[in-house]
């Protein structure tokens, strides 16, 4: 009953907005539109389309306005005005009383909050759909964040998204371009993060994965967490002081080199896809700040880590060799890796996609960012991805969320930053330390104790397949065959450029004492 009241709702809110005009407008079945139209006769729809839906989102509560922020990314979707207007969602929503806060935590870890902080603040320092954080005093002096989970919030989820999973089975049967732009895999990556945020423990883990590998760096701050004070709905971790990366008038006064503060971002962020696969994906200001600390001034400082990026091997190489293409106007190998991927039909004219990607790209090279717009960048790729039936992967969705959110961090601090530049030298360092001799040793290094553990077994595994039926042999045993293979061809292609690296070093110090006698 909760549910199909939680349901009426939606269909009311939907109706009052008036969104069946901006969701129904691909849909393929004109009985759909004349129903909806009928049933809503009389409503005043003054406002545009994309200003209905954010209202309509707000109103529907703290999920929806989470999903209308992934949406919002989602440019082949939507018009560009529409996203635009979604983009301006605030995950801000009223703190929920202070004795309830302070309950939770008592709960959570089992003693009066007097016996655990010398200090609690009851007002919220920051209050989101998820959770909320309050600034304490641990016994020993140290100064603490504490982030609370939301009450209830569990149940709510279950609920809207066993919703948003039958709307998206809707528009993929009714939208014309449903099957292409995989609304069900959307709403389910959807679900994933958000189930993922309701487990602090989760994001407490996804800080101290991204502390380490940013350690060295020197270019940002993550707080350190207090792992006996962690738990699923509470955690504690270390407080951090900066000035939010909004407040550029303050940072600019204190002395901070600005310039060098954005292409510090525009590196700390390659670094994290490219290097680790492993990124934060909800860099939006209020969740970037900047240390004035004399000891690390001029670092960037990241909180909040319930919304974590990751990529494979293929993503990552697949994405560098795109760039790459995209940094030296290759466009032909752009439109080539489209197709070696299967991102495009296999029938597909290179020639006339290259053709589309240049019209897209090519405007907007050698331009300060002031004067581009990522978004509309991919806003025309988009609509060539439409017109190419590519297909929208759903994994590099939170990857399209955290471009844009890098390219208005990168429009506020510096105007004038040229991010091709910038990211051009960056990549191809790291694809020569993937290519190169560092990448061959690397991976070498990485699949020698595979190896050691694989060759004495070989025998008996062999053995073991010709003991099996010969059908169910066959099978099996090609598997394995295939699986060998290419172990065996990435082992033979090491040592071929090993041997070729030898050969050409000796050549090199035969003809340099042929000439030096």
Not at 155 to 160: K, L, S
Not at 266 to 277: H, P, S
Not at 467 to 490: I, K
């Amino acid at each position: 009953m909760r549910q199909f009241a939680r349901a009426l709702f939606i269909v009311f809110t939907v109706l009052r907005f008036g969104l069946d005009e901006v969701a129904l407008s691909s849909f393929r079945q004109r009985w759909v539109r004349i129903l909806v139209r009928m049933v809503t006769v009389g409503r005043r729809l003054d406002a545009p389309p994309g200003v209905r839906l954010r209202r309509a989102l707000e109103r529907l509560g703290p999920i929806f306005v989470k999903f209308g922020q992934v949406l919002s990314t989602r440019r082949d979707l939507l018009p560009l005005d529409i996203a635009d207007e979604l983009a301006k969602l605030q995950d801000r929503v009223p703190p929920f009383p202070a004795a309830e806060s302070r309950a939770l935590v008592e709960k959570a870890f089992g003693r009066r909050i007097d016996d655990i902080f010398q200090s609690f603040e009851t007002e919220p320092v920051a209050s989101a759909s998820i959770a909320q954080v309050h600034f304490a005093t641990l016994k020993t002096g140290r100064e603490v964040a504490v982030k609370v989970l939301r009450p209830g919030m569990l149940d709510v989820i279950d609920d809207d998204m066993r919703l948003l999973h039958m709307i998206a089975r809707w528009v993929e049967r009714l939208s014309a371009d449903g099957k292409r732009l995989k609304p069900r895999e959307v709403v389910s990556e959807f679900d994933a993060y958000l189930h993922d945020e309701l487990d602090l423990v989760r994001e407490a883990a996804n800080a101290a994965q991204l502390r380490r590998n940013m350690d060295g760096l020197n270019l940002v701050l993550i707080p350190e967490m207090i792992w006996e004070l962690c738990t699923p709905g509470v955690i504690v971790m270390e407080r951090m002081t900066g000035v939010p990366i909004s407040q550029l008038d303050r940072i600019r006064a204190a002395g901070v080199d600005i310039k060098k503060l954005a292409r510090d971002g525009v590196t700390i962020f390659f670094t994290q896809v490219f290097r680790d696969g492993f990124f934060h994906a909800d860099m939006h200001p209020g969740n970037i700040q900047v240390s004035l600390d004399p000891a690390t001034f001029g670092r960037y400082i990241s909180l909040d880590f319930g919304i974590i990026g990751t990529l494979t091997e293929v993503d990552k190489e697949y994405l560098a060799y795109n760039f790459i293409a995209f940094f030296r106007r290759d466009y032909k190998r752009v439109a080539e890796l489209h197709v070696e991927s299967g991102w495009v039909p296999p029938g597909t004219r290179v020639d006339a996609l290259e053709g589309a990607i240049r019209a897209c790209c090519e405007p907007h090279f050698d331009r300060p960012l002031k004067d581009i717009s990522l978004g509309q960048v991919l806003m025309r790729l988009f609509q060539t991805s439409r017109r190419f039936n590519v297909e929208i992967q759903p994994q590099l969705v939170l990857l399209q969320k955290t471009l844009l959110n890098i390219e208005g961090l990168g429009r506020q601090i510096d105007p004038d930053l040229d991010l091709w530049s910038t990211a051009k030298p960056f990549l191809e360092r790291w694809m020569n330390e993937q290519i190169g001799w560092r990448g061959l040793l690397e991976r070498l290094k990485n699949e020698a104790p595979r190896y050691a553990q694989l060759l004495p077994e070989l025998p008996r595994l062999l053995h073991q397949r010709l003991q099996t039926a010969p059908g169910e042999r066959d099978s099996a045993l090609l598997a394995a065959l295939l699986v060998e293979q290419r172990a065996t061809r990435r082992l033979l292609q090491a040592l071929l450029w090993g041997a070729l690296g030898f050969l050409g070093g000796l050549l090199v110090t035969r003809v340099w004492l042929h000439y030096a006698g």
